[in-house]
């Protein structure tokens, strides 16, 4: 049987779903304390015509709600129904953290960095272990969203693991503002679908517990380029313009503050500065002491600590200082 015949038989969780359907399957790994069931619903769109199947996940961190919001739009604008192959979306992976807005399970252990979990671990590797044998083999491709972690608002942007050739290319086809070449973490989501061969792209954009329109705006736009790139895309939908293309950064490092105080933050995020330009202010209480935060060096601000006060320490400006010409 041929990988095409095997796409005609798509089977995720026990279902089978035949080409040119529409399908929501509902992923059930425990329950609540009250005995409610926790259902994920995992909703399947396939062309008649046979093709890649895509996989979109978002809400790995339960509070990262912008991210979401990008595969809710991708579902209510129906980009999702393919001109052929499949899309899979799964908006809210962990639905345990969102419903009580929190980044962690509630084993308090972080899903991504569990993958490829255990058949009888905690629960959040329970979860990661059936979602990695039953859901994930089925993808060629994946497109996962996420938000900076706590008050940390994150330009939007795509990580990808530079030793990776075709993800590399795909990133650039999704032209986010910027492009982040980093390694891929261990017990990641992106680390166990770079084992199995499957090429992944990591969308960051906004901050934990928000939802930021222009965020979403280019995630979106990104998932319209990439599906165009793949022939994915229906001819109805027409491609955002393309302004410039992404930035790609090799090298940043996050600038800490020297003070503890109330954080004044002076420039927007994703902007060029240059060494010694004023970024932010530190001031204490009581109108006594006003420090003001300079840039280090030239480079793009690509996450800001949006945090209304600090400690001394505490990240605030992550700024680039290699980019790839």
């Known amino acids: 049987m041929t990988k095409t015949e095997e796409k005609d038989l798509l089977n995720i969780l026990g279902e089978e779903i035949p080409l040119g359907s529409s399908k929501t399957i509902n992923f059930n790994i425990a329950k609540l304390y009250t005995s409610t069931k926790v259902e994920i619903p995992i909703i399947i769109e396939r062309s008649r015509k046979p093709g890649p199947t895509i996989l979109i996940t978002a809400g790995i961190h339960g509070d990262e709600v912008n991210g979401v919001e990008v595969v809710r739009q991708i579902i209510a604008k129906k980009i999702n129904k393919p001109a052929k192959g499949t899309i899979i979306c799964i908006p809210v992976l962990n639905v345990f953290g969102f419903l009580n807005m929190d980044r962690f399970f509630p084993d308090g252990r972080d899903l991504n960095r569990v993958f490829p979990g255990t058949k009888n671990g905690s629960l959040a590797s329970r979860f990661a272990y059936q979602f990695v044998n039953e859901i994930l083999p089925v993808a060629d491709f994946c497109l996962d969203f996420h938000t900076g972690g706590g008050s940390r608002f994150n330009a939007a942007h795509i990580r990808v693991d530079p030793k990776n050739e ?160």
């Open 166 to 325: 075709k993800s590399v290319v795909l990133a650039k086809i999704f032209n986010a503002p910027f492009t982040l070449l980093s390694k891929n973490l261990d017990g990641s989501y992106r680390a166990t679908c770079a084992k199995k061969g499957i090429d992944i792209l990591l969308f960051e954009g906004g901050k934990s517990q928000n939802n930021n329109r222009d965020v979403a705006r280019e995630g979106v736009h990104g998932t319209i380029r990439v599906l165009h790139y793949l022939e994915m895309l229906r001819p109805d939908f027409v491609m955002p313009d393309t302004l410039k293309e992404t930035i790609i950064i090799k090298k940043s490092f996050w600038m800490r503050a020297k003070y503890s105080g109330l954080l004044h933050i002076k420039i927007p995020i994703g902007k060029y500065v240059e060494k010694g330009e004023m970024l932010a202010t530190i001031t204490d209480p009581y109108g006594k002491m006003r420090h003001i935060v300079k840039s280090s060096n030239d480079g793009y601000i690509i996450n800001v600590n949006e945090a209304p006060i600090v400690y001394k320490g505490d990240a605030i400006f992550r700024i680039t200082t290699e980019l790839e010409e």
